[in-house]
């Protein structure tokens, strides 16, 4: 359990910052760039709530604590050292990915497929989840650039890259089953 009594510490003062295994790195490292565009995608998400109701609601709910889990495993570096760390490491797992998938084809069922690109918007929830979709592919990009240097649990690059795409056949779902995607016109304005 989490404990926050101060919010402020001044351990950051200097530019660094504490990461899970307790190690502390610059706060311009990859790693906190990783987890923190991790947390911008769920505070996207946050505002994408604002639009959302029911069963919809709810799976952005699970998203949002699963957003957490991911900051947690990115947060610590070295899986090898996880058996020595004094309380369990949240680490995300499989099932996670395959939940999302499994989502991802229920809700891909309802659609008629795609014959354009769309552009990002149409309803106020789909427009908030394309800007979720792009913050979580940068997030993505930031986590395997940080594989190629560091060890990272390769559940949570697959987590980023299925959580993409269930935010793009959401967001078709928020238009009206797709019904009311805003179609890309190539070459329209020249």
């Not at 996880?82 to 989502?103: F, H, I, K, N, T």
């Not at 959580?163 to 928020?174: C, G, T, Y």
Request: proline content about 5%; some cysteine.
């Amino acid at each position: 359990m989490v404990v926050l009594n101060r919010i402020y510490t001044r351990t950051g003062d200097k530019g660094s910052t504490a990461l899970g295994d307790g190690s502390r790195v610059p706060k311009h490292s990859l790693r906190v760039a990783a987890y923190g565009t991790v947390d911008e995608t769920n505070s996207a998400l946050g505002l994408a709530r604002l639009h959302a109701e029911g069963e919809a609601d709810a799976a952005l709910a699970r998203i949002q604590n699963d957003l957490f889990d991911l900051g947690a495993d990115l947060c610590r570096p070295d899986m090898a050292k996880d058996a020595e760390a004094p309380y369990p490491v949240l680490r995300m797992v499989e099932s996670q990915v395959a939940r999302l998938e499994g989502e991802i084809d229920a809700m891909n069922a309802k659609l008629e497929p795609l014959r354009s690109f769309i552009l990002p918007g149409g309803s106020p929830l789909a427009a908030h989840l394309h800007l979720c979709r792009t913050i979580c592919r940068r997030a993505e990009r930031l986590a395997t650039e940080l594989a190629g240097e560091e060890e990272v649990n390769p559940a949570a690059v697959k987590y980023l890259n299925r959580l993409s795409d269930w935010f793009f056949v959401a967001a078709r779902i928020a238009n009206d089953d797709g019904r009311a995607d805003v179609l890309w016109v190539p070459g329209a304005t020249r």
